[in-house]
């Protein structure tokens, strides 16, 4: 396990540890063994920091106002 861990730089949590230790033994490891294993073993996976799915820009070019409107509106709530 702490093989696997240094080779991919401990990036891998106890998912897919599990995972890559259950395909190269015939023994079916539980998830829940992997994970106390490595919390014992001191092996913790880096959390990478997640990049912004979006760019702030200004808008390149502002469309005229054709139909002249002024969206401004009246207070027509009733008292009482």
Not at 13 to 38: P, V
């Amino acid at each position: 396990m702490e093989e696997l861990y240094e080779k991919v730089d401990g990036i891998f949590g106890y998912r897919q540890m599990t995972l890559h230790l259950n395909k190269e033994f015939t023994e079916n490891l539980n998830h829940k063994r992997i994970y106390r294993l490595m919390k014992v073993a001191g092996l913790r996976s880096v959390i990478r920091i997640k990049k912004k799915q979006y760019k702030p820009s200004s808008p390149q070019h502002v469309a005229e106002n054709v139909l002249n409107r002024k969206f401004t509106a009246e207070n027509r709530m009733k008292n009482g």
